[in-house]
């Protein structure tokens, strides 16, 4: 996930460079990918941090570095790139340090693995109903296939998925499950969107060739980008949190039952 999030940085880096704007590309792809491995060390224990302070404190560092290597560039251009570099924070690293927080988790693979069947549903629904039953043209101007009908279908097919994951995954009432399959499916979707007029404003079809066939990574997480930190940390298993308290040992418990005997008489 880290490789993905700093091929991510570089794909926008690329595409804002069409408008003019160069971020600091290296503090950027750096700092996205020691804040995607140090959260999840930090989930781990294996770094004395709060996960989400490492991350906060690792994003603030990147962005005064980027600060202050443009400072070379004089006046010129300043704001538009210093724009950039805090654009691409904002957008890839900080949205994206969610996958390694949930995966650090006890049940973050059953987590993670709930929330994107949820979007791979939505996706799913979206373009079956969009096909069968649309319409009505949600943002002809951005995404010129997409269609009220088909986020509709999106946002049941998305919800059904999170009703079984809730069930028979994550242990959490089915109620919660229906709630964030609903949200991911309209989260997902804005990711989808939100990429979509990146490549529309500079001009590109894909985001890059990064992978052969399929696009950009970019191409691939705009989705999940958005979808995950809008659901991720209330898709919290009782059974797995209590599991974590169980291993927590309490004065004598490691010490077998044993039962009272009463003192020899005389």
């Known amino acids: 996930m880290a490789l993905g999030l700093t091929l991510g940085t570089v794909e926008v880096h690329?595409?804002?460079l069409r408008k003019g704007q160069a971020s600091e590309i290296v503090p950027v792809a750096v700092g996205?990918?020691?804040s995607s491995l140090g959260g999840y060390a930090a989930v781990r224990g294996l770094i004395p941090l709060e996960p989400i302070t490492f991350v906060v404190i690792c994003l603030c560092l990147t962005m005064i570095v980027s600060l202050g290597l443009r400072l070379r560039g004089g006046a010129a251009g300043f704001v538009g790139d210093v724009?950039?570099?805090a654009f691409i924070i904002g957008y890839i690293p900080l949205l994206g340090a969610s996958v390694p927080l949930l995966m650090g988790a006890p049940d973050g693979a059953l987590r993670?693995?709930?929330?994107?069947?949820c979007v791979v549903a939505?996706?799913?629904?979206?373009?079956?109903?969009?096909v069968l039953l649309g319409r009505h043209k949600m943002a002809p101007v951005i995404s010129p296939n997409k269609t009220w009908e088909g986020f509709a279908g999106g946002i049941v097919?998305?919800?059904?998925?999170?009703v079984l994951g809730a069930i028979y995954l994550l242990e959490i009432h089915w109620a919660i499950g229906l709630v964030l399959g609903a949200l991911l499916s309209v989260a997902g979707t804005i990711g989808d969107l939100v990429e979509s007029l990146i490549k529309r404003d500079v001009g590109l079809k894909d985001m890059s060739n990064f992978l052969p066939g399929h696009g950009g990574v970019m191409d691939?997480?705009?989705?999940?980008l958005v979808a995950v930190p809008s659901v991720g940390p209330s898709c919290t298993s009782p059974s797995a949190a209590d599991a974590a308290k169980r291993k927590v040992p309490t004065r004598g418990s490691h010490l077998p039952p044993t039962r009272l005997r009463s003192a020899p008489q005389g």
Do not use: K, N, Y
């Open 32 to 34: 996205t990918a020691v």
């Open 157 to 162: 097919f998305a919800a059904v998925i999170g």
């Open 122 to 130: 939505s996706d799913t629904g979206a373009f079956t109903v969009g």
């Open 83 to 85: 724009s950039a570099s």
């Open 112 to 117: 993670i693995l709930t929330i994107v069947a």
């Open 14 to 16: 690329r595409a804002l």
């Open 220 to 224: 691939r997480l705009d989705s999940m």
